[in-house]
């Protein structure tokens, strides 16, 4: 019986990547690193730690250092998301219908943690919540398992009986390595990729998302 959902947010809840993505551009441009397309659906999901890990071993650089620009890319991007970020399509219609079901709501994000209740106060959704968790406090943020076990754990849940909702696939693999029922929204751009495929449900847009037919295991693709 599924007691909970647990939501990502950046590109789930809200708009918010193409913020990162100019945050992450202008930062790199400082040790001429160009962040090209591909790099940044393959970056996608990963914390900016991760993110400046996976750009130096393409092409190294001295100064400035790790720390120094992830604080810049956070800043920019917190500065913008929070002043101009929007609700994703369904979003916020799907969090109430949930909360009338009884279900337990979270959200488990790589983002930091007064990011995320930024976020939810600016769309106005906090009170639906009953509990949020960032991946930065655990050892290993997403891909790893870690911010969702620890999620389900604030709840009070076992992960057999949460939904988690993710667009990104190292988000994606998080949640199915925490044994929980996958719901994949991948942006439209990567929507056919089949790495998405592990999920155990794929929709287009939170719109798709139908409790009662997605609240089991079976594959199930749902096309626009």
């Known amino acids: 019986m599924i007691k909970a959902a647990i939501f990502d947010m950046d590109g789930l809840l809200i708009d918010s990547e193409p913020m990162w993505t100019e945050a992450a551009r202008s930062v790199m441009q400082k040790v001429n690193f160009e962040l090209s397309e591909a790099l940044r659906i393959q970056t996608t999901g990963l914390s900016i730690k991760l993110f400046l890990d996976y750009c130096h071993k393409i092409q190294p650089w001295n100064t400035p250092s790790f720390e120094e620009l992830e604080t810049e890319i956070l800043e920019k991007a917190h500065h913008d998301i929070l002043a101009n ?108 990729d089949k790495k998405f495929d592990m999920a155990h449900y794929k929709i287009p847009s939170l719109e798709k998302y139908i409790l009662r037919e997605m609240s089991g295991v079976p594959q199930s693709v749902i096309e626009n």
């Open 85 to 192: 970020a929007e609700a994703m399509p369904g979003a916020i219609a799907l969090i109430q219908a949930l909360k009338k079901e009884g279900l337990k709501l979270a959200v488990a994000s790589a983002s930091h943690m007064e990011l995320i209740e930024g976020v939810l106060k600016r769309l106005e959704i906090i009170d639906y919540f009953d509990t949020w968790h960032s991946g930065e406090l655990e050892e290993h943020t997403k891909p790893h398992p870690a911010v969702y076990l620890t999620t389900a754990r604030k709840l009070g849940v076992l992960p057999a009986e949460c939904i988690a909702f993710e667009d990104s696939h190292a988000g994606l693999r998080a949640a199915h390595a925490a044994g929980m029922i996958t719901i994949s929204v991948p942006a439209a751009e990567v929507f056919e």
